[in-house]
Every structure is written in structure tokens, then in C-alpha cells.
């Protein structure tokens, strides 16, 4: 059954098994190969995004897509992430490694996410409208989800019955956490500025724990880290 019409409270059944299916494609298991090294620091801030999802984005804890596509094949789009509330407020975020690099390469990654988080909300109603209409159907992540995991099929936000309009807002995150870009932090410039300081922390601990290795081209990440994200449930 569709969301949309429901009163703000607990979660549907169906946006918790699509919320599940998501999880389930983002956590899908390494190695990735042909992926440089980047992409795999990136892969893993993606894994423990949806695994704080709650606590990260309160207001929209449940993941309604993962690596979602939008567009045309003239003009495509990709995001990282599309959450939402279970009715009709969505987030769109974009995440990236920006610490891995020099003064340079750190703004110029900024930018880059910055950019890419403005885009993201037209895209994101034009993926909705998509799905609600039926002008296209997109899968809910690029990836496929691991074996006995199944794709839910029906569009769960459909604006066309419940005569809703979606809201659409953007965020970016970066591995430095910084409380000028993550914007959905405390309104307190004060309180905001120690939430980010204890994010970036739990991170950089978190992602100490990690053991990343390349071998015969794939790579393989292990650690006590890592088998905590593959332990997520969804949020009740």
C-alpha cells in the first residue's frame, strides 16, 4: 500500500521493506573491482551513512533509493542517496571524500559535491514523477541486491492519488563533517559546530577499524568496523 496518504507516524510496512532493500544493495558484499581507491573510501562513507542514517537525518530516516538514476541519456544524472520521512519529505544526499587530498584537491571536491547536491533536488522530483507516472522505470540502486532480497515493485510515492507534492531538499556530506556543509545539524551555531566535531570523530575511529587490501585486482575490506555495518537494521 502507498504511503503517501498516511499520518505522520511509524513507517508502513512497505516503506520499511523498501527501506531494507536499499540497505541491502548499499551493504551488498565487496569487492568492487576496477574501482580505484576513491571510489572504495567512498563506497565505505555510503555504508556508514546508511547505517546513521537515523541519527544522521532524523527527519528522513528511511532510504528510498541508493545510487538512483535520473534524466535522459543526452542530460543523465546520478545520486548517491534519496531518503525520506515514509510520506512526503525527501533529502537527496551527496556524499564525497574530501580529506584525502591537498588544500587544492579539497576545494575543488567541495565544489564539485556542492554542485552535484543543487542539481540533485530537480533530479529527484523528475525520478518521483518518473516513477509515479510510469515514465520510465528506474531500478531503486544501480547495484543488484544480494540473493533472496526482494525488489519491491510498486512506486511507493504516488503523488498522482494522494494529490501530494513531494518536497525535495538537498545535503552534502564529506568525511570532514564540517558544519558549514551539513546543514541539517543544530540550528545553534555552537551546538552545530560540537555535532560536527563528534561525527568526524566517530568516523575517523570508525573508518581506523577498517582494513582495506587490494588482491588479484578486487578489493576486500575487513575489520571490526565493517562486520558492525553489515549487522544494521533498519530503523523502526
Known sequence: ??????????????????????????????????????DVEERL?????????????????????????????????RGDLLLWDGRSEFLAVELKIVERGNQNFRQK?????????????????HYLHDEAFGGGAQPLCVAHAPPGVPEPQEALFQWSREQLTPRVDSAVLTDEFAAGHNTWLADDDVDAERQ????????RAHRARLKLRKKRHRWHVSG?????????????
Do not use: I
Request: net charge positive; hydrophobic share 45%; aromatic share 8%.
Open 45 to 77: 562513507m555510503h555504508r556508514y551513512a546508511c547505517a546513521r542514517r537515523a541519527a544522521l537525518f532524523p527527519g528522513t530516516p528511511l532510504l528510498y533509493a541508493h545510487e538512483w538514476l535520473a534524466g535522459t541519456p543526452a542530460s543523465p544524472y
Open 109 to 125: 571536491r567541495l565544489a564539485k559535491v556542492a554542485a552535484q547536491a543543487r542539481e540533485a533536488v530537480p533530479r529527484a522530483l
Open 224 to 236: 571490526e568496523g565493517f562486520a558492525q555495518l553489515n549487522e544494521v537494521e533498519a530503523p523502526s
Open 196 to 203: 560536527a566535531d563528534e561525527l568526524r570523530e566517530a568516523w
Open 1 to 38: 500500500a502507498c504511503c503517501s496518504g498516511r499520518a505522520r507516524g511509524a513507517p508502513c510496512q512497505a516503506a520499511l521493506a523498501r527501506d531494507a532493500f536499499v540497505l541491502s544493495c548499499v551493504l551488498r558484499p565487496f569487492p568492487a573491482s576496477g574501482a580505484s581507491v576513491d
